[in-house]
């Protein structure tokens, strides 16, 4: 399993990119991979030829539309583990003694 912390953007276009955002996240929830939406990019669990397929698209799908992508990309790899998603910010909790902001 992977956990993938991904972010991608025309560069040279409009200030305002949540139009960029928003079609790569139909393409990531049609993928039925676990995800969350951050304020910077995005998370997605699974396994890797699945995650980087979902990667591949949201970027093939952008160069049809701009000329230039700026794209980082975070890999996490741990086999066997699942729900990473979600257990990594629970085992800070836990920690930490109350629910966190995410």
Same mark, same amino acid.
């Given at each position: 399993? !992977? %956990?993938? /912390?991904?972010? %991608?953007? +025309? !560069? ?6 949540? +139009?960029? &955002? ?5 393409? =990531? ?10 304020? #910077?990019? @995005? %998370?997605?669990?699974?396994?890797? /030829? /699945? !995650? #980087?397929? &979902? ?11 701009? +000329?230039? =992508?700026?794209? @980082?990309?975070?890999? /996490? ?11 990594? &910010? ?13």
């Amino acid at each position: 399993m !992977v %956990l993938v /912390d991904f972010s %991608l953007f +025309p !560069v040279g276009k409009e200030e305002h990119l949540s +139009p960029y &955002v928003a079609d790569a996240l139909k393409i =990531i929830e049609n993928s039925g991979l676990q995800y969350q939406l951050t304020a #910077m990019g @995005t %998370l997605i669990e699974g396994e890797w /030829d /699945d !995650v #980087m397929e &979902v990667v591949k698209k949201c970027f093939m799908h952008m160069k049809e539309q701009a +000329p230039r =992508i700026y794209c @980082t990309l975070k890999i /996490d790899a741990q086999a066997g583990n699942e729900s990473r998603l979600r257990q990594k &910010v629970e085992s800070v909790e836990k920690r930490i003694g109350h629910k966190l902001k995410t």
